[in-house]
């Protein structure tokens, strides 16, 4: 009996706070909670409907183009449905503060279970890159491979297979649209490159490319990178050229990639125009 009049004040000083502030609607909330019915849910949806969608929009700043936002918001709305459906009213506990942490949660869990990359890859292949970038500041030059292995706390062959795996790319979609100088957008469609014409800025972009890599690489890296990239020959090809085997090839092109990920990653605003 105690416990219930605490929490009938508790109700009491939630509604005259709530109606002073015009935040959550206490008398839908209690005929809810008497009679749980989808109408009354409904309602209560479309009056929060505005937190999934901020939610939703958070979450898409550091998400890939290819990722659609109203994918995002579906999956946030089942998440408040979850929320209303297991909210105590009586706990005094506001519900968009409550409702926030359940759609982020329910959006994320989507995201994870539509990545096609194992969670524990891309968390491994987050701290390789800032591992990475740690020692080569505090050596003043880059790590090798030993160096990378110790810091990490893992054999060179586990550091050659995280490598590998991290070198994977994102996957996007011809319909993403990219935000031009006017601001208007196109689809990606419209840039696919015409093998006939010749792009004036590409004698550019590759002079600055080459830069960056005669400047990170040693002389085998930088041919690996050259021949494969510039002249594209095949990993076999290289391997014959600078009589290497394939597998030795690609295994120092997935670290090189790794090096110059990290590397770029810091000099973004200064390459990104």
Known sequence: MRRRRHSERIIQGRRWKETQEGHDPIDLWEAYQANPSDELRNRL?????????YTAERVAMNLPQSVDIDDLMSAGLFGMMEAIKSFDLGRGVKFKTYCSWRVRGAILDELRANDWVPRLVRTKASKLEKTIASAETE???????VELAALMGMSLTELDTLMRESSVTTMCYLSDTTNG????GSARSDLIEDKGSRDPILDIQR?????????????????????????????????????LSESRVCQLHSRILVRLRAKLARRQEELVV
């Open 45 to 53: 949806i479309e009056h929060y409907l505005p937190i999934v969608r």
């Open 139 to 145: 050596l003043g030059r880059p790590a090798t491979d």
């Open 181 to 184: 100088e006017s601001g208007e």
């Open 207 to 243: 002079k600055d490319i080459m830069e960056v890599i005669t400047k990170e690489l040693n002389l085998r890296e930088r041919l690996i990178m050259i021949l494969y990239y510039f002249e594209e020959l095949t990993m076999r090809e290289i391997g014959l050229a600078l009589d």
